[in-house]
């Protein structure tokens, strides 16, 4: 055999190109679509510019370097002082300055009442969760925790500025001194999980300054994410009960810039999230501000966990996204026996109901952070954003882990191969579990479920939610009629979970009559809800207009 002959084995051929330099909302129909449904007079600039940013190659090799190389833990220096500090990749730091450039954290809050400020953030968050979803823990929390600082009115009036701003400042100083901060949250301990009530950390009154009522913490978190964020939420019991605190890590003026005693006792070895930093802390006679009144804990955190439920579904569908993109673009490209994967019969069915999957999600996505836009302006958004807050996070993240298995099938062996960090359907196959269970695995949100249908404004909501699309098919209309009885008979916790599902299905398909091509309404009708589906992916009838939905889904 001659060298020629020799080097010609190692040609590269048949394989596809990364999926990279697109514009991701430009390419996204379904996002595009829903967007006009809730919010037809959102202007497009902010989100098509964001769309071109977070599918640049650029993005995607700083996704890859803050995921390859993970947060390092020093919690002393060489001379032996404690230091308690996390240190990043610098891509980190450039995915969290992008983040907060486009306003994905707090700077709703201060935009409330103008145009369609939640929702816009919506739709940027699932972009950039297409680029890289670990960095946005703080970003979430951030957003999550602003408006129940407010019940802290000192506290408020000192970081609602620097919260708000789009200047990220990655260093560990004085609130004053920084041009933009981020928050987090640490509710959860070992023994309790999403039993806070079991919480044992400890919260002894130490007088009042100009940050209102002050008090000693000592006690621990188990899970305590982005701990290099400026300040936490936290849960303590004090002398009243379990109570909400403000917990800064760097302290105010009058106590010479001192770090908190927040002691980092190591971070979390996780199955995905690799480029955030989770962590255990202990907190030693921290120094701590009240928020709100003692004893008002739980129901503060059920606020904040309400909008970080909202992330959660948003993230998945971001991420059901990306996987469905670089599927289609794989089979593409890709051929076998003969033909591009694409064309391959079965692998077009199980593209187009990927496609069908991912859109359903992103509809019932934006429809609830829609909700969060009006919630305050109409009783029904209010009920409805109670309502849909647990289905979406229920049914979007469930359906998150199958989801990705079947877009990484697509690639076979290709999708299962990390190779540095270039793998991305690896990646997002590791993260899609993380949304499931953060802020309430499946079993939380069918309880908190539960807590909203047994209002009593809940089945009429429900009923008009689904009236627009009545007569468009029979099974949504043998659906449409059944829930709102259900929910007024809902009396068992084991009946939850298939409520969830079905409550999640029936809007999702009102919302499909409206804002996608009845080919796509007909097929998710005929799947989902008329029983014309398998039990995987790429089982729909023969009715399925194929060739519309992945149309749709990609442009060529």
Not at 91 to 120: C, D, F, K, N, V
């Amino acid at each position: 055999m001659t060298v020629a002959s020799l080097a010609a084995t190692h040609e590269v051929f048949n394989q596809s190109t990364p999926w990279a330099d697109a514009n991701l909302y430009t390419t996204n129909q379904p996002l595009q679509d829903a967007l006009r449904l809730h919010a037809p007079d959102l202007p497009l600039v902010r989100l098509t510019a964001l769309g071109a940013e977070m599918g640049s190659a650029e993005m995607a090799m700083h996704a890859r370097l803050a995921n390859t190389y993970k947060p390092q833990l020093r919690t002393h220096d060489r001379f032996g002082h404690r230091t308690d500090v996390v240190e990043f990749h610098p891509s980190y730091h450039a995915l969290m300055g992008a983040a907060l450039r486009h306003g994905l954290h707090a700077t709703p809050w201060s935009r409330q009442g103008i145009g369609h400020a939640h929702i816009e953030r919506a739709a940027g968050f699932m972009l950039f969760t297409e680029a890289e979803p670990s960095v946005l823990c703080p970003v979430s929390m951030s957003y999550a925790v602003t408006p129940a600082l407010r019940g802290n009115a000192a506290v408020w009036a000192d970081w609602s500025a620097g919260l708000a701003s789009t200047q990220y400042d990655p260093r560990l100083a004085l609130f004053s001194q920084k041009s933009a901060l981020t928050m987090g949250m640490g509710m959860t301990e070992k023994q309790g999980g999403s039993d806070v009530r079991a919480n044992t950390t400890q919260a002894v009154p130490d007088g009042d300054d100009a940050w209102g009522a002050r008090y000693r913490i000592t006690g621990h978190k188990w899970f305590f994410s982005a701990p290099m964020c400026d300040a936490f939420l936290i849960l303590a019991q004090a002398p009243g009960g379990l109570t909400c605190f403000f917990l800064p890590r760097v302290l105010p003026d009058g106590n010479d810039g001192a770090v908190n005693t927040i002691r980092i006792q190591r971070l979390k070895d996780k199955l995905g999230n690799h480029a955030n930093a989770s962590s255990e802390v202990e907190f030693i006679n921290a120094l701590a501000w009240r928020v709100g009144e003692e004893g008002r804990g739980v129901a503060q955190i059920l606020e904040m966990g309400t909008m970080t439920r909202l992330d959660c579904a948003l993230g998945t569908s971001g991420l059901m996204r990306q996987a469905l993109s670089i599927a289609l673009h794989h089979t593409r490209q890709r051929s076998a026996f003969g033909k591009k994967l694409i064309e391959q019969p079965l692998m077009r069915n199980v593209l187009a109901d990927l496609a069908l999957e991912s859109e359903a999600a992103t509809a019932l996505s934006i429809r609830l952070a829609s909700a969060f836009d009006h919630k305050d302006k109409s009783e029904h958004e209010a009920v409805m954003a109670r309502l849909l807050t647990p289905v979406a996070k229920f049914w979007v993240c469930k359906r998150g882990s199958v989801f990705a298995q079947e877009a990484m099938e697509c690639l076979g062996g290709n999708g299962y191969v990390e190779e540095g960090g270039e793998g991305v359907m690896a990646r997002i196959y590791r993260e899609m579990p993380l949304n499931s269970i953060w802020e309430g695995a499946g079993n939380i949100m069918a309880l908190d479920l539960l807590r909203a249908v047994r209002r009593a404004d809940t089945a009429a909501a429900l009923a008009d939610e689904l009236a627009p699309a009545r007569g468009a098919h029979p099974a949504l209309d043998r659906m449409a009629s059944a829930l709102p009885l259900r929910v007024d008979a809902m009396t068992t916790e084991a009946e939850a979970r298939r409520l969830a599902q079905d409550v999640a299905l029936a809007v999702q398909a009102a919302l499909l009559v409206r804002s996608a091509p009845s080919a796509v309404f007909g097929a998710f009708c005929d799947s989902r809800l008329g029983g014309d589906w398998g039990y995987s992916f790429g089982t729909l009838g023969a009715g399925a207009d194929l060739d519309t939905l992945l149309s749709r889904a990609l442009p060529a």
